[in-house]
C-alpha cells in the first residue's frame, strides 16, 4: 500500500485528493493545525515537529498550504497569503531532509494565476509569460523557495493549478449560488478566457504525476482548451435552467467584491493555460468540455 501525505490538506482539494486516493486504496495522512479525524496530523505550518516521523517512507508529499486568495488585498492578508506559503514550503523542504528514507516525490501547489492576462496567447510551461504583480509575484516566490531547497533523495513537480471545479468547493459553488438568485449573466465583458479542470481530473493529473518517475518540474493543471467567462455562465444557466442571469459591469463587481471581501481579479483575469506538458506526456483527460463538466458535477 502506497502512503501519501497531505499537508493542509484539510480544505476542498485535500478532500478530493484524499478521498480520490483512498479509493485507490492508498492510505493517505493529513497534516493539519485543526486534527479532527483519525489520519489527521497537527502540525503548525511553519516549525519542525513530530510531524516529520510520518513523512519517513512515504511514496508521496503534496503540499496545499496556504490561506485562500478570496479575500480583499490588505497588508495584512497579502502578508498571511505570502507568509503561509513560503513557511510551510521551506519547512518541509528542511523536514525531507531529515528524513532517513524521504518521499519518492514532492507535489507543491502553485497556480495558474502565475501568467499574465492573456485574450490571446496561450500560456504553456516552456512559453507562458510571467508577469509583476501582487498574485504573480507570490507564485513566483513560492515556486522559488520550493525549487531552492534541495532534496538529492526527492522527486519533485510544482503544480500550477487553473480553477478546480468541483462539488463540494471551489468556484462552482459560489458561481451556482447567483445563477439561482438570476444573476449568472457575464462578468465584465465575458471574453476573459476561464482555465479550468474538473476535481476528477485534478486527482487523476496529481496520481499520474505521482506515478510517472520521469517527470519533474513545472506543471499546469487545466484542460487543453479555456472556456470563456461568458461560455462559463450560460452552461451554468442551461444545466441550472435558470432563463436569465444579470450580468456585471466591472464597476458593479468592484462594488459586490469590496461587499463580500474578495478581489475582481478572480472572475476579470484571462487565464488562457494549456496543459501541454501533461498532454506531451500521454495523460488522458475524462472531462474536455465545459458544459459536461458542469453537468456531472450538479446533476449525479
Keep these: ?40 496530523i497537527y502540525w503548525n505550518a511553519k516549525d519542525i515537529g513530530k510531524w516529520v516521523d510520518v513523512l519517513e517512507h512515504a511514496d508521496a508529499l503534496i503540499n496545499l498550504t496556504g490561506k485562500s486568495v478570496d479575500c480583499r488585498y490588505t497588508e495584512k492578508n497579502k502578508k498571511l497569503i505570502y ?76 503544480l500550477r493549478t487553473s480553477i478546480v471545479l468541483g462539488k463540494n468547493g471551489g468556484a462552482l459553488v459560489p458561481l451556482k449560488r447567483l445563477t439561482k438568485f438570476g444573476l449568472g449573466g457575464k462578468q465584465g465583458n465575458g471574453n476573459q478566457k476561464v482555465s479550468w479542470i474538473h476535481e476528477f481530473d ?35 444557466r442551461k444545466i441550472l435552467k435558470v432563463p436569465f442571469g444579470l450580468s456585471h459591469p466591472k464597476p458593479i463587481l468592484e462594488f459586490g467584491a469590496k461587499l463580500i471581501g474578495t478581489e475582481t481579479e478572480l472572475v476579470l483575469k484571462s487565464r488562457n493555460v494549456i496543459p501541454k506538458r501533461l498532454i506531451d506526456n500521454g495523460f488522458k483527460f475524462k472531462h474536455l468540455k465545459i458544459e459536461n463538466a458542469i453537468h456531472d458535477l450538479l446533476t449525479n
Aim: glycine share 6%; aromatic share 8%.
Design 83 to 158: 507568509d503561509s506559503r513560503i513557511d510551510s514550503t521551506h519547512v518541509l523542504g528542511l523536514a525531507i531532509n531529515l528524513c532517513k528514507n524521504p518521499p519518492k516525490v514532492w507535489i507543491n501547489s502553485s497556480t495558474a494565476t502565475i501568467y499574465k492576462h492573456s485574450l490571446h496567447k496561450e500560456m504553456t510551461e516552456e512559453n507562458g509569460e510571467i508577469g509583476n504583480d501582487f498574485s504573480m509575484n507570490i507564485a513566483k516566490s513560492w515556486e522559488k523557495t520550493f525549487f531552492s531547497v534541495i532534496n538529492p533523495n526527492t522527486r519533485k513537480i510544482a
Design 202 to 236: 485534478f486527482a487523476s493529473a496529481v496520481e499520474f504525476i505521482l506515478n510517472t518517475e520521469t517527470l519533474q518540474g513545472k506543471f499546469n493543471l487545466s484542460v487543453p482548451h479555456p472556456t470563456t467567462n461568458s461560455i462559463l455562465m450560460k452552461s451554468l
Design 1 to 40: 500500500m502506497k502512503t501519501i501525505i497531505i499537508a493542509g490538506g484539510s480544505g476542498f482539494l485535500g478532500k478530493v485528493l484524499e478521498d480520490y486516493f483512498v479509493q485507490k486504496g492508498y492510505s493517505v495522512k493529513i497534516l493539519t493545525r485543526k486534527p479532527k479525524k483519525e489520519n489527521d
